[in-house]
Each structure stands twice: as C-alpha cells, then as structure tokens.
C-alpha cells in the first residue's frame, strides 16, 4: 500500500511538472490568439474557448481532486489540518520576503522575514502559526503582482487546463514564484517519495480550503464561471493595490459605471474570496 502511494504522488508530481513546463508556452498562444478575438469583453476575450477549459477543469475536479480533499477532511484530525495549511503558508511566506523586496517594501520585508523566522524556529517548519500572534500578520505578495508594480499590463483573462484562472501575467507570475520556492531546490536532496508527496499534500490542503466556500458559491452565482473569474480579477486587484483598489482599475479594464446589481454582486464575490479580510501595512503603492 505505501509503495502505491508512494508511486501515485510521484505521477501526480511529474504530471504537474510538465503541465507547469507547458504553461509558458500556452501563455504565448493565448497572447497570440488574443490579438485575434473579437470579444466585447475586454479583460476576456477569449471567454468561449475559456469556457470550455473551465468546464474540462469542473469535470476533472469533479472526479479526481473533490474526492481526495473530501476523504482528506473526512479522515484528518483539525490538528492535521491546521498544520498542513500553516506549513505551506510558510512556504509561501518565502516567496512574499523575495517579492516585497522586488517591490522596494523594505519595512514590509522585515515584518514579514520577521513571520517567516518565527514560524519556521519557533513554530517547528511553520507548522503553528506563531507570527501572527506576535505582531506580524499574513501578507500575500508574489511576482505577478511585483510585474503590475512596475506596470506591466495583465493581459487577457485565461483558463489553463488543470491549473484554473490567470490573467497573462500572473500566470507568469506564478512559474517565477515556483522557481523561487524553497521546496524547488530542496527536491534534489529529498528522498524520492517526499517532494511528490509534500506536492501533492499541497494539492489536496488547496482544494479542501475550497471546500468550505464551495456552497455559497454554488448558491450566489447564476453563472459560476463568470462569479469566479469575477472573484479572481478582484482579488487580484485588491493584492495589486495593497488592499486599496482605485475605482477605476487599468488593470483589468472595468467599465467607468456599473449598474447597482453589479456592485452587489461585487461585493459578494470579495466575501467570498477573502471571508477574513487583512490589514494593509500600509495605504497605497
């Protein structure tokens, strides 16, 4: 049985891996064919082939990662559970140190080098979340939001198979940040079995945080593909901008005036998405 397992998480990995080595090449023919549509939406205008990626992606979900996550709640003590996310939110928090210093946020990074020495020393590998008790709460900063800093243009809406949502640059985003993960060049001195397995607990630790939010979604949105791309423009906009979006954002080209149903169904997906909402360190870029 542990040789099964041990065989399932290093096919799940080298099919993630090679999924992710494709992505810029995808990203180029998005970029390509997006100077094609015609499209009336404008930070989507390749929306009818991104729907048809979506509804792959809800199938594929469906059958495969649902059922994990959900066996993985079923089974794992809250305590499994709490040091799971904490410890890839460790991870993570080595990504935001890098990016807050591409950004210039010098007081930012030390707060959060601060989290990430705490967690890591006192929290035993990031395992208990002892920063945000001493002062120095959750930041999220990752490179696409280091290009939109420096003012790269987000580029089309797009829907990857397998990976979801992104607009071009932080799809790009997203490959640096993986290059930059501490995982990523301690694979090569781990046993075989443990980066598939650390990968593919990610996975499973992801897709079950989603779960909770799961039925409000299904229950708020006539349209579930355009609620979470909606959800995902948003949040995004609401990283870039340090919690403080302008009313009218260049980056993904809303319109100037919005109807009064848009602004509630706005305000519903920003629930949604961030249910517990952080506090910026400070106002604005």
């Not at 959750?138 to 280091?146: H, L, M, N, S, V």
Request: charged share 20%; aromatic share 10%; proline share 6%.
């Amino acid at each position: 049985m542990a040789d099964f397992i041990i065989i399932l998480n290093e096919k799940i990995m080298n099919i993630t891996c090679l999924k992710l080595a494709r992505f810029p090449v995808l990203l180029g023919i998005v970029i390509f064919l997006s100077g094609c549509a015609t499209s009336q939406n404008t930070h989507d205008p390749l929306e009818s082939m991104n729907r048809s990626v979506f509804s792959f992606n809800e199938k594929a979900d469906k059958y495969i990662l649902k059922p994990v996550a959900l066996g993985y709640k079923t089974i794992a003590p809250e305590v499994v559970e709490a040091g799971a996310e904490n410890f890839f939110s460790n991870l993570d928090d080595f990504i935001v140190v890098i990016n807050d210093v591409l950004q210039l946020k010098f007081s930012e990074a030390g707060q959060d080098g601060s989290r990430l020495l705490i967690n890591t020393f006192l929290g035993m590998g990031g395992l208990v979340d002892f920063g945000s008790k001493y002062g120095f709460p959750k930041r999220y900063e990752d490179f696409g939001q280091t290009l939109a800093h420096y003012g790269v243009s987000s580029g089309p809406y797009i829907v990857v198979p397998f990976f979801g949502g992104y607009t071009v640059r932080s799809g790009l985003g997203a490959i640096v940040d993986a290059g930059t993960n501490p995982i990523f060049y301690a694979a090569p001195f781990m046993a075989p079995f443990i980066s598939p397995t650390i990968g593919a607990g990610r996975a499973v630790e992801q897709r079950k945080q989603l779960l909770e939010n799961e039925a409000i979604v299904n229950e708020a949105a006539l349209d579930k593909y355009e609620f979470l791309r909606d959800a995902y423009l948003q949040r995004r906009n609401n990283l870039i901008h340090d919690g403080n979006p302008p009313a009218i954002d260049d980056v993904i080209d809303e319109p100037a005036q919005e109807s009064a149903d848009a602004e509630k169904k706005r305000s519903v997906v920003i629930e949604y998405i961030d249910p517990e909402p952080w506090q910026p360190i400070h106002d604005s870029k």
